[in-house]
């Protein structure tokens, strides 16, 4: 497999395999990678324009039921330093955000199994009534799927009540690496690729606008990073309903994963 | 190397670079003024390549910080204090040696001034050093304390270096310089030298024989223009003594400080582009240093991509730029050096105070002849998984002992001695009469070096059996011999030096010193034997996978093949660094035979031969 041809076979806008995503992830020169990069960067948005939003990332409960080997936040139900805030605690807090000028709320937090699924969507309602300056940017794929479990409803059921209560965007956090295989050890509560993606899917049928995420520099290797972009690209191109990918690299300063 | 410009700016400057034509004052502003930052790395990384392959040099070493009293009170500088601080201390000979592990290559000294010291205890830890732990090169004071020596001891800076040198001094670090330019050191390092000063010690050092670094600190009040005449000062120095090892561009650390920048610490983006913009308007300087100690370790691993080939060392006590709030972590292992090299798609190269290569760390490394007469092999050789390190023909020849390259064209004495690990290839540099690059600059005819002294190239073995070869059997004298370092020298006490390569085909078309004479070996030898002499032959390492070996024979066959018939072509950049024209370049690698053949098998024969009988006489 020559690197020349994969390059020219970007440039011309075909895509690539995986094999040839795995060949140029171990074997192209930064700098050749950066310029193919830019180019296709300019190609999809021309202007030469980098947006930002003045946002918020609270957190409204720190249990989790979950216990990711990289996470450094969570605490179990009476775990010293525990807390869930009310409803009306986050809605003050979003009131203070966005006297500051802040319009986008990112909100999540632990899978926390005594918090019944009215508190989710009273959390949704309450903030397009009250703060209608933010947007609610809320829930990770795990709470949806822990608000199903406690709720007893379908995962679409779920969204479609979130979206009723004024919710249009999903942040994608918990896809770190769609690879099972990796999961499991670094996640293994937390469930499989397929339940981000259904959970992706199903939102982005309603009609939900979505970010998509990739956690590396951990147990992966190269071709799992690959395959997550696979995943994420076919669910793209069935829904078109991802408007950024997000990669981050690992911390490991405060984690037990090494 | 295809290059998308985003910034059409750039192509004017793209095609001075690609021929080796040197950049001016306004190409630096309009690098600096690009918002296309890819494109001038891509450029940067160019020129690299062309310089130093896909080494980085790292060396494991130590700094030493004396003292931190100082007569000065740079407004820049967090570390000094006055005597009497609650601060304030001062190191003696026996502390600073116990600092030191026998590891360490590099002893990096530097420290304020303080007003009570005698003479005597600078030069004795010199001097204490280099005999306690040998292995160690010393490399110590800056410019400013040179001249500080020289005020304060009334002798002149000329007598302060040699006195260090005699005492083991190696080389000199960079520091001081800061930016060279009037109006800033005025309003910031008012108690400094001055661009005057600064030049006036590292010439002087550089006329003695000791190579030196260089810096500049930037990211303060300076403007771009400022440090790009800056780098213009550098150059011409270098023109005139070439005693630079390398450019140290150290980014501004605001900390605590006296100095309110405009932004608390550079850009990456700044950082980056200064690292590149100053590989590409220090044409003459071998190497760009990228100080992680100052970038932080992940800037420092991008500027590998950017021009940077240097990245200082394993580095021990760094107060002054800790204390000003650098954030990289006091010391880093040699490890993690590694690591940052080997992520950065380089090849880790552990180097001594000259950047002589010791050892490397990474697989599938292809030695390179850094010589003109090498191109051939190197323009279009396609690297694939292969990674390719340019290092003087012994020092290759010492690195395929401990097994550390799979391949390299060997210089021929090195293959001899290393026979039974090595496979021979079919290709070679030979001579067809002349070569032009093995020179023998001598104040004597040859019967007359009976008993006289040759300073003899570091580089090979194989050019010094040569002239071995030449002198006893072909005209039955004996000389001594002495080594050269490669780089600066002093040549005023030898009555002939051998030198070899670009140096000597330099020299050839300017004179050396004040010899009279000038003997081509090659042409000695084939008037002699009325053969070709073979100077260095491809060679792989006998336990490769033979699917290796094949690729690599083909890769070279490949290479060499694209190459012939375009010698003026692929030789010009490296021509124009030793100031040869197209047509010089052209005839000079004409004159080689790069496939072994059957007379050039011979010859090898022969010279092994002859080589036998001088060493049983010895």
């Not at chain 2, 980085?56 to 009170?73: A, D, G, P, R, W």
Request: proline share 4%; with cysteine; glycine share 6%.
């Amino acid at each position: 497999m020559q690197l020349a041809t994969i390059i020219d076979k970007v440039r011309n806008n075909e895509r690539i395999s995986r094999e040839e995503g795995v060949e140029l992830l171990q074997k192209a020169a930064l700098l050749d990678l950066g310029e193919l990069a830019s180019e296709i960067r300019f190609r999809k948005n021309p202007e030469p324009r980098v947006t930002f939003v003045v946002d918020t990332n609270p957190n409204y409960t720190n249990i989790c039921n979950i216990d990711c080997i990289f996470c450094a936040f969570y605490r179990h139900e009476g775990e010293e330093g525990e807390y869930t805030y009310s409803v009306d605690q986050m809605i003050q807090n979003f009131k203070r955000a966005a006297a500051n000028g802040v319009t986008t709320v990112l909100l999540q937090g632990g899978v926390n199994p005594k918090i019944p699924f009215e508190y989710y969507v009273e959390m949704v309602e309450r903030t397009a009534k009250d703060v209608p300056e933010v947007m609610p940017h809320f829930w990770s794929t795990s709470e949806i799927i822990g608000m199903s479990n406690v709720s007893g409803l379908e995962v679409r059921e779920v969204l479609q009540k979130l979206w009723n209560a004024g919710q249009r965007t999903i942040p994608g956090g918990g896809a770190e690496i769609l690879s099972d295989k990796v999961k499991r050890k670094i996640s293994s509560l937390k469930g499989t690729s397929a339940d981000w993606l259904n959970v992706m899917r199903e939102a982005h049928k309603i009609g939900f606008k979505t970010t998509a995420t990739m956690m590396y520099g951990h147990l992966e290797t190269d071709e799992d990073i690959i395959e997550h972009l696979e995943s994420v690209r076919q669910l793209q191109d069935e829904t078109h309903g991802f408007t950024a990918f997000i990669p981050w690299s690992f911390k490991r300063r405060y984690a037990t994963c090494r | 190397l295809n290059v998308n410009f985003r910034d059409p700016h750039l192509i004017p400057v793209w095609q001075k670079i690609q021929t080796g034509e040197r950049l001016s004052l306004q190409d630096g502003l309009t690098l600096y003024n690009s918002p296309d930052l890819i494109s001038l790395g891509k450029m940067a990384h160019f020129v690299q390549q062309q310089k130093s392959g896909d080494a980085v040099y790292f060396v494991l070493n130590q700094k030493i910080e004396h003292t931190n009293i100082c007569v000065l009170s740079c407004k820049f500088c967090d570390f000094a204090v006055k005597k009497g601080d609650a601060n304030a201390y001062e190191m003696t000979t026996e502390e600073i040696l116990g600092t030191l592990t026998p590891e360490i290559a590099e002893v990096h000294i530097t420290g304020g001034m303080p007003p009570d010291w005698p003479w005597e205890r600078y030069v004795d830890i010199v001097r204490s050093i280099h005999e306690k732990f040998p292995h160690a090169d010393v490399k110590a004071y800056t410019a400013v304390e040179i001249d500080f020596f020289h005020k304060k001891f009334r002798m002149s800076i000329e007598e302060v270096l040699r006195q260090l040198k005699d005492a083991g001094l190696k080389t000199m670090p960079g520091g001081g310089a800061e930016v060279f330019s009037e109006r800033v050191r005025k309003l910031l390092f008012n108690q400094k030298i001055g661009a005057k000063g600064w030049f006036e010690v590292h010439k002087a050092a550089h006329k003695l024989g000791i190579p030196t670094n260089s810096t500049m600190l930037y990211g303060h009040v300076e403007t771009l223009e400022e440090r790009l005449i800056h780098m213009i000062k550098l150059r011409e120095a270098q023109d005139e003594t070439g005693g630079f090892l390398t450019f140290i561009p150290l980014a501004f650390q605001p900390g605590d400080t006296g100095i309110k920048p405009r932004n608390q610490f550079t850009s990456a983006i700044d950082d980056l582009k200064t690292i590149a913009i100053s590989r590409l308007m220090l044409d003459n300087f071998p190497h760009i240093k990228a100080y992680w100690v100052m970038l932080t370790e992940e800037v420092a691993s991008v500027a590998l991509n950017f021009g940077a080939d240097d990245m200082d060392g394993t580095v021990g006590q760094e107060r002054i730029a800790h204390d000003a709030g650098a954030i990289s972590p006091m010391k880093l292992a040699k490890d993690q050096i590694v690591k940052i090299i080997r992520d950065a798609g380089k090849i880790p190269v552990e180097r001594d105070v000259y950047y002589n290569a010791l050892n490397v760390y990474t697989d599938h490394v292809v030695g390179k002849i850094p010589f003109l007469n090498s191109v051939p092999f190197y323009h279009h050789f396609e690297k694939r998984q292969f990674k390719i390190l340019p290092i003087a023909p012994r020092r290759m020849g010492l690195l395929s002992e401990k097994g550390e390259l799979d391949a390299g064209l060997f210089s021929l004495m090195d293959y001899f001695r290393q026979e039974n690990r090595l496979e021979l290839f079919n290709w070679c540099i030979a001579t067809r009469d002349q070569v032009k690059s093995v020179m023998l600059f001598s104040n004597h005819g040859w019967r007359d070096l009976d008993g006289k002294l040759i300073g003899i190239t570091d580089e090979t073995a194989t050019s010094v059996k040569l002239l071995h070869v030449l002198l006893e059997k072909k005209y039955g004298v004996k000389a001594r011999f002495e080594r050269l370092h490669a780089g600066v020298n002093d040549y005023s006490k030898y009555d002939a030096v051998l030198l070899i390569g670009d140096e000597a085909l330099h020299h050839n078309k300017l004179g050396l010193a004040d010899y009279e004479l000038v003997f081509d070996l090659a042409r000695e030898w084939y008037d002699w034997q009325k053969l070709p002499f073979v100077f260095a032959v491809w060679a792989v390492k006998n336990s490769l996978p033979e699917g290796t070996k094949k690729e690599l024979s083909e890769i070279i066959e490949l290479a060499l093949s694209q190459a012939e018939g375009h010698y003026a072509d692929i030789g010009e950049f490296r021509g124009k660094e030793i100031g040869l024209s197209r047509n010089e370049v052209e005839e000079y690698l004409a004159g080689f035979n790069y496939r072994l053949g059957e007379r050039e098998r011979e010859a090898m024969k022969e010279f092994r031969k002859l080589v036998q009988e001088i060493t049983i006489n010895v």
